[in-house]
């Protein structure tokens, strides 16, 4: 499990500093304050590579550079290793344009899966996977990092003059396990169950027969059954069920890949898994939004024959936040937030305490969005801000009150309820709502 973080002279930030919660974590802020940069650098803590690095199509997970070229760069992390934790420390070197750890350092006896926002992922895994051997000569890879593209086909890994299947792609894979009734099937069956939003409303992802598309098409497409369309060609799917449909069968295939790997080495399978999930509400409807959380959260003992998990996941979406009050947990769960501050202005993250507020709408004014209130538009919010200054005026002039009351007529619907209080306002100054 990764415990602390501080990073110094690299980011958005001179200085970053995070101590983890072992469950759930949740990082808010603005776009460009650090949240993706927060992820890319906690899996190069627990893995020793950037994604970039091992997989240079990739356009995310690029190595981090220090802010300032004429100070030292340090990246210092405490990672939990069952009944010791280990602190060590990494060092920019100019010369060799890369990070050098300093000290005393242990492999993550674990499972890292790192889902990026751009469709693409990243899995590490203690024994199949080498730590710090990208300029060396290794026959097993610093990591398997597959771009959106290499997550459906597959990708291939070229080395003594021959091609060799690192992994084969979500549509051979699932179509392969689905005809041979594999373990593997039943997990990734498993896998979207646990992962679909509502089942009583019918909203469950089930795997149906593979189709063939075209006569120029060898290939056998997995499908989803639908209740409007029966089975639907998985490369027909929306891009929510596409990058859910991909998120299971990730997990289901880096879970089997180490379980095999684990057997061939007469070892146990690992006991503690870290998943880095940017953007966690990219491309998922509000429904899917408010369930995804909970899904994750549950996956180790649904997926992952009953593994440790912690979750480090970035949000936009206030429905995310919400959907954590009934079980958030601040012994085992945390929210941090990146905010603009000083002068000038610079990013800061802190840890903010989880307060439940109820409605997604009340979420929109906290600290993780800072809006100044809950209305959808600009236009309203600046109108209500209008009315608000003068409902705290002792004697506000009829004039402007009426002004204001025609503004909020062509801005706020007439259900809204900031009528009840504002058409009693303009009663009481003498106007007619």
């Not at 469709?119 to 000569?137: H, K, M, P, T, Y």
């Not at 899917?288 to 024959?305: C, F, Y």
């Not at 309203?380 to 608000?388: G, P, Q, S, T």
């Amino acid at each position: 499990m990764l415990e602390y973080l501080k990073l110094e002279n690299v980011g958005p930030a001179p200085r970053m500093e995070v101590e983890f919660a072992p469950r759930v974590n949740l990082i808010t802020g603005d776009n460009g304050l650090g949240k993706s940069f927060l992820l890319d650098t906690a899996w190069w803590t627990l893995t020793g590579a950037w994604p970039a690095e091992v997989n240079r199509r990739m356009t995310s997970g690029l190595v981090a550079r220090p802010r300032d070229h004429g100070e030292r760069a340090n990246i210092e992390a405490r990672i939990r290793f069952r009944d010791e934790a280990v602190t060590f420390s990494e060092s920019y070197s100019r010369a060799a344009e890369t990070w050098k750890r300093v000290g005393l350092y242990r492999q993550f006896p674990g499972l890292v899966v790192y889902v990026h926002g751009d469709g693409s992922f990243s899995v590490w895994d203690v024994i199949r996977n080498d730590l710090f051997r990208l300029a060396e000569d290794s026959r097993r890879p610093p990591a398997y990092v597959l771009t959106e593209t290499e997550v459906w086909d597959g990708l291939r890994e070229v080395g003594n003059g021959r091609s060799v299947p690192t992994c084969n792609g979500l549509i051979q894979d699932w179509s392969s396990w689905m005809k041979g009734g594999d373990a593997e099937s039943r997990a990734m069956e498993q896998a979207l169950s646990a992962l679909s939003p509502d089942w009583e409303r019918g909203d469950r992802l089930e795997p149906g027969k593979p189709i063939r598309l075209s006569i120029d098409d060898a290939r056998d497409i997995p499908s989803i059954r639908t209740t409007y369309a029966g089975a639907v060609p998985i490369l027909h799917a929306s891009s929510g069920i596409r990058r859910v449909v991909a998120l299971a069968y990730v997990l289901t295939w880096a879970w089997a890949e180490h379980r095999v790997a684990a057997d061939l080495r007469g070892e146990d399978a690992v006991q503690q898994v870290t998943m880095l999930f940017d953007e966690v509400e990219s491309h998922l409807h509000p429904r899917w939004q408010r369930s995804i959380l909970k899904a994750l959260r549950d996956v180790g003992a649904e997926l992952l024959d009953g593994a440790t998990l912690q979750l480090i996941a970035s949000t936009h979406a206030p429905l995310v936040l919400a959907s954590a009050e009934p079980w958030f947990d601040p012994k085992q769960d945390a929210w941090f937030d990146l905010d603009l501050d000083g002068n000038p202005p610079e990013a800061k993250l802190r840890r903010r305490p989880y307060t439940p507020r109820g409605t997604p709408g009340a979420w929109l004014t906290s600290e993780a969005f800072d809006l100044a209130t809950e209305w959808g538009s600009i236009e309203a919010e600046r109108a209500v801000l209008r009315a608000r200054r003068l409902l705290r005026q002792t004697n506000a002039p009829l004039d402007q009150v009426m002004e204001v009351h025609k503004e909020l007529r062509g801005v706020l619907p007439d259900v809204d309820q900031f009528w009840v209080r504002w058409n009693a306002f303009v009663e009481d100054r003498g106007g007619t709502p």
